[in-house]
């Protein structure tokens, strides 16, 4: 499975950002999908994910409810975070993970998003 996301970049705060994630590869084995950041110094972060085998509205972090909507196109392959009402914290690198049914993880190359005036 491979991830390419895109999408990144700076945004004032109140403003709005849409990540994209790509996906090829063996994609019947995939289990979840989600996104999580990291900012310097402190391990990754789960902020949302949803599952494949269902059509369900996803989990997310506390911090991002509310304000992040995490969606799919499983024709084109193709994960969306769609990010509203963002903060200076959440400032961070952005990685589209996957999961597969044997519990074998992928990540992304990460793309980074930085709110600031």
């Known amino acids: 499975v491979q991830l390419v996301e895109s999408g990144g970049g700076l945004v004032q705060p109140g403003g709005s950002l849409r990540l994209s994630c790509a996906a090829s590869?063996?994609?019947?084995?995939?289990?979840?999908m989600g996104w999580y950041r990291q900012v310097p110094g402190k391990g990754r972060e789960l902020v949302a994910r949803m599952y494949t085998s269902n059509n369900n509205n996803g989990d997310y972090a506390d911090f991002v409810k509310g304000r992040f909507t995490i969606s799919r196109d499983s024709a084109k392959n193709t994960l969306w975070l769609q990010m509203t009402s963002l903060k200076p914290d959440d400032t961070a690198v952005y990685y589209c993970?996957?999961?597969?049914?044997?519990?074998?993880?992928?990540w992304g190359q990460g793309t980074q998003v930085t709110v600031s005036s």
């Open positions: 590869g063996r994609l019947f084995q995939v289990y979840n």
């Open positions: 993970h996957a999961v597969t049914y044997g519990s074998r993880e992928y």
